[in-house]
């Protein structure tokens, strides 16, 4: 069974830092992967997603993660947080087939401004 | 272009009841997946619907039934209420296609008293 690990918890950034959130699933065959990201008060909304290709993956709001097979990991990246990023970020993975997404538990970060 | 609407937005039950949530899906879609959202815990796959049938399903019992309409509309039922079963539900749309993203309506948000 595919399941998703989401190293940290709660992260608190001040505005301008560098941000990465680890994510690290397990599943030994093709898969897609995703970020998600909620608001406060709104919907899940996707950041990113990785199908195939290149492993660097650039989404909307200047995040970006990078898919490294070997590590089983699809960490998320953005070179300068904003207040604005204040919100919960998912991991997801699903088969190809379209099948089920498997999620992390979620990573609450809190931008200081 | 509507996205994915879900209703209502906020129930209250007694255990013991039974609920129906509603799921409209983006223009175009043809597959509904529903999650259960537990706080402080991502989104948990219920199951899945394609041509009005269920197509997968993940580690939820019985009393955890839905149904898909020609509209490609879902209809997601809980039978006797547990406290336990005091969630989010998420319902998400896509096509039945290969390499697809899923777009996720607001919830409705299910309380059992």
């Known amino acids: 069974a595919q399941s998703v690990s989401q190293h940290n918890h709660h992260v608190i950034l001040s505005e301008a830092a560098s941000l990465e959130l680890g994510c690290n699933y397990s599943y030994g065959g093709t898969v897609n992967l995703f970020w998600y990201v909620q608001y406060p008060g709104q919907h899940l909304q996707l950041l990113l997603k990785?199908?195939?290709?290149?492993?660097l993956v650039k989404g909307i709001k200047g995040f970006e993660a990078e898919f490294i097979k070997s590590k089983f990991s699809f960490n998320l990246r953005k070179p300068s947080v904003q207040w604005s990023d204040t919100a919960e970020y998912f991991c997801a993975v699903s088969e190809t087939n379209a099948g089920k997404s498997t999620f992390g538990d979620g990573t609450t970060l809190t931008v200081k401004p | 272009d509507a996205g994915v609407t879900q209703s209502p937005t906020h129930l209250i039950k007694t255990r013991g009841q039974q609920v129906t949530l509603r799921c409209s899906p983006k223009?175009?879609?043809?597959?509904v997946s529903w999650y259960q959202q537990a706080l402080g815990q991502g989104p948990q796959f219920i199951f899945q619907y394609y041509e009005e049938e269920e197509r997968q399903r993940g580690n939820f019992p019985d009393r955890f039934s839905g149904h898909q309409f020609p509209n490609y509309s879902s209809e997601l039922n809980v039978n006797a209420l547990l406290l336990g079963d005091s969630a989010l539900y998420l319902c998400a749309s896509s096509l039945s296609r290969k390499n697809t993203e899923a777009f996720f309506g607001q919830g409705t948000r299910l309380t059992v008293v």
């Open positions: 223009s175009g879609h043809d597959t």
């Open positions: 990785y199908f195939s290709g290149d492993p």
